[in-house]
Each structure stands twice: as C-alpha cells, then as structure tokens.
Nanobody, 123 residues
C-alpha cells in the first residue's frame, strides 16, 4: 500500500492550492482518509477527514469554510482544495488512511501515511 501526496508549493496569502493523494494497493473509498499538517515547531494536527460510513467530512475549525475534501473513486485519489490561504497554513501536509469506516482523532490509528508535501504561504 502506498499513498502519494502531491500539489504543494509556494503561494501568496489569499491564494489557492489543491493537494492530491493517490493510493495504490487498496481502494480508498472503503476507508477513512484524512489530511494532516505539521508546521515548524508544532505538533501534527488533523485538518480534514472523510468517513465512508456516513459520508461526513470533518474539518478543523481553523480551516472550515476555506478547505474542501473531495475524492475521485475512479482515480483512487483524494484531494484537499485549499482556498483563502493564510501564512499560518504553512506546513507539511500529509494524507493518511485508517482501516475503518469512521475517522479517528488519534494519529496512531492511521495505518498508512503519504510522504508529505510542503505548502508555504508567503508574500
């Protein structure tokens, strides 16, 4: 099983980026899939997560209304559309998969992790 995250880069405040996480070796649509991020000097935090059990999506308060989780089952890929980016969104972003139909708030529960993609928001 591999998760390949991509799409990061340098963007000005107020700009947008779309991150992608392509999976191989399993079908993402059967499992909870999340985006986490880790800023320099800070703990890794969960940003968003999709639960296939009920079709709900979790968003951290800091990104609600700006970030959108989506998925393309045919491509076995999930996305994180990030709009109205702020300097405090600067971090390495990771996708992760949990062998469950429900998202977990416990990072250790996630079974597979992508390699991370750097997002830098700066003028």
């Amino acid at each position: 099983v591999q998760l390949q995250a991509s799409g990061g880069g340098l963007v000005q405040p107020g700009g947008s980026l779309r991150l992608s996480c392509a999976a191989s070796g399993l079908a993402l649509n059967y499992y909870a899939t999340a985006w986490f991020r880790q800023a320099p000097g800070k703990e890794r935090e969960r940003v968003s997560c999709f639960s296939p059990s009920d079709g709900t999506t979790y968003y951290a308060d800091s990104v609600k209304g700006r970030f959108t989780f989506s998925r393309d089952n045919a491509k076995n890929t999930v996305y994180l559309q990030m709009n109205s980016l702020k300097p405090e969104d600067t971090a390495v972003y990771y996708c992760a998969m949990h062998f469950s139909l429900l998202c977990s708030g416990v990072q250790a529960a996630y079974n597979y992790w992508g390699q991370g993609t750097q997002v830098t928001v700066s003028s």
